[in-house]
Every structure is written in C-alpha cells, then in structure tokens.
C-alpha cells in the first residue's frame, strides 16, 4: 500500500471485510458511469445524467485506490486517467457558451459524449478545484518510468497552471463563486467557512497565476466563530463542508493563523462539528423519526420534495435538493448515511457498529453495500423516502474517506505534491509535516 499510514489500530477481520464491501461498492460507481470516449463520470446514476467535473476529480482521486486495493490494474487505471486528462486538455476553452471552460476552468456540468457545457450552468471555480485536486493526486501516484505515466505527469501539470486565478477575483480580494457567458461573474462571492480551503490552497501555488497572499486572509476575515453544545469550533452548517477538502489536504496538526489563534487546527473542528451533529441528534429538537447519536448525516443534498405534509401528528416542511444543516439551518428529517463513513476519520474507535447496525436494521439504504444518497424515515405513511439512484460525489467521498482512515494514502499522496505544501505555507500553514 502506497504510503501507509492508518488512522486505526488494529481492526477485525469483520471489520476490514465491512470496509472493503463499503469502499469497493463507493468505487465501482466510476467504473459503471463513465463515457468510454471522454472518460467523463455522470453526475448521478440516473438516466440522462451530464457529468459532474466535481465527479471526474473524484474518481481520478479513486483510481489509484483501486489499483492498490487489487480492483483495477495499473495499466488500466493509468489508460483511464490518460483518457480523462487529454479529454480537459483538447476540449474547447473560450468565452462561447457551448464550450468546456474559460480560462483553465471548467462548467460545472458538461454532456457526458460531447464534453459541451449542459443546463445553462456555471463556469464552476470550486469543483474545478475538486477536479484540480483530482489531476494532482493523479500526477503523484502515477510516477513510474512509463510514456503514458510521464504523460499523466504531464497533462496533470499542464492542467493545473493554464488556470487563470487572477481572473476570478473580478477585481476584488476573494474570488467569485463562478462565471457565466450571458452574464459575467456571479454576484455570490465565498463569504464564511466552507470547501473552498482546497481551492485557495491551488489558487495560492499556482506557479503561472497565483492569488495574491491577501486573498486567503480576506475569506477567513468572513469565518464565523461559533460556541455550540459546549463545542468551540469554525461553523458551517452542512457536513459536507467540512469533509471535502480533507478529502485531500491532511490538516492533523498544521495551523494557519486563524487556527493558531484559536489554538485549533481544520481537523480537530471537523472531529468538532461531527461531535456537534451527533449531539444535535441525539437532542432531536423537531422529533424526526430515526435521529439518535449513532443515526446521523445532515448536509447538502437530495430530498423527497418541495412540499408541506402532516407526518405524526406535526405539520412538515420538506425539501428537494438543498443544503441542510444545524443546529442552525435547515432540517426537514432527511439523512445522508454515507456521511457517517465518510466522517470515519474524525470518529471514536468502535464507530464502524453504529454502520454495521444500520446496514442490518435498513439493508434498503445498502443496496450491494453502496449507500444511499439520503433517507427520510420520518415519511412514515410513504414507507419512508429514499433517493432515487447515487450520486458520485457520495461515492467519491466514501471511496477517498475510508482509505484515509485505513492507510492515509490519499493524504500522503498529496503530501508530496509540491504544490500543495506551496499553497498551505503561502496561506500561513506551520506545523507538523510543513
């Protein structure tokens, strides 16, 4: 195993077999829902699904995975990687709206044959990131002395500095959250904490057009400091927040200045804001149906419907697809179950038999050991609501997360790509591996 480096002790043997069923099930999703020709990854695994580029950086994360967990050779993990490379590098950049990009960034949904921006969407700055992120870890697994590698090695580079970062500033000190051809720059900017850390962490490294230093000081300006069930900690509400850049970029003990002062790293606050959700469930303020400390995972995602209903005996308000969180935002009963694996990192040990138990108590929610995307138990008279198919942004996270907790492969991956330690000291980063 590349790079080992384990979150965990010594585990069962029931244990390994659970997280190998979990991981293989999250990692197949990219082998049954991607384009033979552009090597794109759909969005969901619903017909008629565009790919996601979020997606495709998450599946390019994967690969390597697979290939040291036996699921998929080298050969063909590396001709994979090298189709979906050359795919971003040929593909249209202009500022028509029926390209790929603008300025080394990507719309966030594109046709999946075509690889033509799709839905009037957004030239999408932080799942190019994420697709970034993917090109990188790519680039550093793949290192052998092979012309399709070296390629790999290449396009990952190539890739990553044609990004104009400058550009998407609009004239401010943060960057904007994306950009469309009928429009300009959205007017929403990053204010607050979120997933963006990644993105200022490529942003800052760039060798060809980096952020100025004070960009990554003008977001954290906008951080929200909160104390919450006894737990001080930098809010956001959605899990999801505080699990995607850590996907990539381990923060176990390096600091930049906002965490120095609050004598606190991005690690310790997302093992925070997990303790946080577990205790919001186990209070249950709303009285959803299933909520206790071992049934949690609210954050961004689907839901059964935009809809008022009557469910036991309360008057609901549900929703489709929406950024839940809490204790301050918005929660209608719907759970994501792989946010509980996906967290495995920043749990206590043992917490693999709340999953287990779930997985015996609602085998519906795993379906060939691949988690449902969101529940709704509380929809009682409907049987309770599950989401229709997966979504590979679910998968991707899973995939990545559990091999975080088992070997750090994808941490220490990362930690040796130059850009990464670039991009953490030009953002203040001290400590530890820096």
């Known amino acids: 195993m590349v790079g080992k480096q384990s979150l965990v002790g010594e585990q069962s043997s029931a244990d390994d077999e659970l997280l190998d069923q979990l991981q293989f099930a999250a990692f197949s999703y990219f082998i049954e829902h991607t384009n033979a020709q552009t090597g794109l990854i759909a969005d969901t695994s619903r017909e008629g699904s565009p790919a996601s580029i979020a997606v495709v950086g998450f599946a390019l994360s994967c690969y390597p995975v697979g290939v040291e967990r036996g699921w998929i050779t080298r050969a063909d993990a590396a001709y994979q990687t090298l189709k979906t490379l050359r795919f971003f590098w040929n593909s249209a950049q202009g500022p028509e709206p029926d390209t790929t990009g603008y300025k080394g960034f990507y719309y966030h949904f594109l046709d999946m044959a075509t690889g033509k921006?799709?839905?009037?969407?957004?030239?999408?700055?932080?799942?190019?990131?994420?697709?970034?992120?993917?090109?990188?870890?790519?680039?550093?697994?793949?290192?052998?002395?092979?012309?399709?590698?070296?390629?790999?090695?290449?396009?990952?580079?190539?890739?990553?500095?044609?990004?104009?970062?400058?550009?998407?500033?609009?004239?401010?000190?943060?960057?904007?959250?994306?950009?469309?051809?009928?429009?300009?720059?959205?007017?929403?900017?990053?204010?607050?904490?979120?997933?963006?850390?990644?993105?200022?962490?490529?942003?800052?490294?760039?060798?060809?057009?980096?952020?100025?230093?004070?960009?990554?000081?003008?977001?954290?300006?906008?951080?929200?400091?909160?104390?919450?069930?006894?737990?001080?900690?930098?809010?956001?509400?959605?899990?999801?927040?505080?699990?995607?850049?850590?996907?990539?970029?381990?923060?176990?003990?390096?600091?930049?200045?906002?965490?120095?002062?609050?004598?606190?790293?991005?690690?310790?606050?997302?093992?925070?804001?997990?303790?946080?959700?577990?205790?919001?469930?186990?209070?249950?303020?709303?009285?959803?149906?299933?909520?206790?400390?071992?049934?949690?995972?609210?954050?961004?995602?689907?839901?059964?419907?935009?809809?008022?209903?009557?469910?036991?005996?309360?008057?609901?308000?549900?929703?489709?697809?929406?950024?839940?969180?809490?204790?301050?935002?918005?929660?209608?009963?719907?759970?994501?179950?792989?946010?509980?694996?996906?967290?495995?990192?920043?749990?206590?040990p043992g917490a693999l038999a709340p999953v287990r138990r779930m997985m015996e108590r609602h085998p519906e929610l795993f379906v060939g050991s691949r988690i449902s995307s969101a529940w709704n138990p509380t929809l009682i008279e409907q049987g309770g609501w599950i989401s229709e198919g997966y979504y590979g942004l679910d998968q991707g996270i899973v995939a990545m997360m559990i091999e975080n907790y088992r070997s750090g492969m994808v941490w220490n991956l990362m930690r040796s790509s130059p850009h990464i330690a670039t991009g953490l000291r030009r953002a203040g980063f001290e400590g530890t591996w820096l």
Not at 189 to 213: D, K, M, N, Q, R
């Open 117 to 348: 921006r799709v839905w009037n969407c957004e030239l999408s700055l932080i799942d190019t990131s994420l697709l970034l992120a993917g090109f990188l870890t790519a680039g550093a697994y793949f290192t052998a002395p092979f012309e399709e590698e070296a390629e790999i090695r290449e396009l990952a580079q190539a890739l990553y500095f044609r990004v104009d970062w400058p550009w998407a500033l609009n004239g401010r000190t943060t960057v904007a959250q994306g950009w469309k051809p009928e429009c300009g720059f959205l007017h929403s900017g990053w204010e607050g904490y979120s997933e963006a850390t990644i993105l200022y962490v490529l942003a800052l490294a760039s060798p060809t057009f980096p952020l100025p230093l004070d960009s990554f000081g003008g977001w954290t300006a906008t951080y929200q400091w909160e104390n919450i069930y006894g737990y001080e900690f930098l809010y956001a509400g959605p899990l999801f927040i505080h699990l995607f850049s850590h996907a990539w970029i381990d923060f176990r003990g390096i600091r930049d200045e906002f965490m120095r002062e609050k004598d606190s790293d991005y690690f310790e606050n997302t093992r925070r804001a997990v303790a946080i959700q577990r205790e919001y469930a186990a209070r249950n303020p709303r009285g959803y149906v299933a909520y206790d400390p071992n049934c949690w995972g609210i954050t961004a995602g689907d839901g059964p419907g935009n809809e008022e209903l009557r469910e036991g005996g309360r008057d609901r308000r549900f929703f489709g697809y929406t950024e839940r969180g809490v204790p301050f935002g918005r929660d209608d009963g719907t759970i994501a179950p792989w946010a509980m694996v996906a967290a495995l990192p920043f749990l206590p």
